[in-house]
């Protein structure tokens, strides 16, 4: 598995950012807890639109900050979700990503952390 925060990436966005950079985190970091509460709640309602919805801008803004396994399980819920809407399937097949997304948020969240206060 690739590392959970791409170093490259997070520096020169704290390069970038300088002292804006905690806001950066704390705003990644809110706005993802909506996301993933409205991935869990489209995929309990079996609204594959919704799912879609949320997980794509959580793919972009993880892969921005190099959280590259986080965006990964994001893309492919996506994935999954626009295969159900076209398909007219459920999306059972994404059950098992929901754990696999709050762990890879998870490991992201103490990364930034760390990085935040480094």
Known sequence: MPEDLDQNTINNIKELM???FPEVVEGYMEDSDERIAKI???FESNDCQQ???YAHPLKSSSATLGLFPL????EKIEFLANDACKNSQDMTKI???L???QSAYAD???KLLVEVNA
């Not at 965006?71 to 994001?74: E, F, K, L, P």
Request: proline residues 5%.
């Open 99 to 101: 754990d696999d997304l």
């Open 40 to 42: 869990k709640e489209g």
């Open 18 to 20: 300088a002292d804006k």
């Open 71 to 74: 965006s990964s399980v994001a």
């Open 95 to 97: 059950r098992p990503l």
């Open 51 to 53: 799912v879609s919805d």
């Open 108 to 110: 992201a969240k103490k």
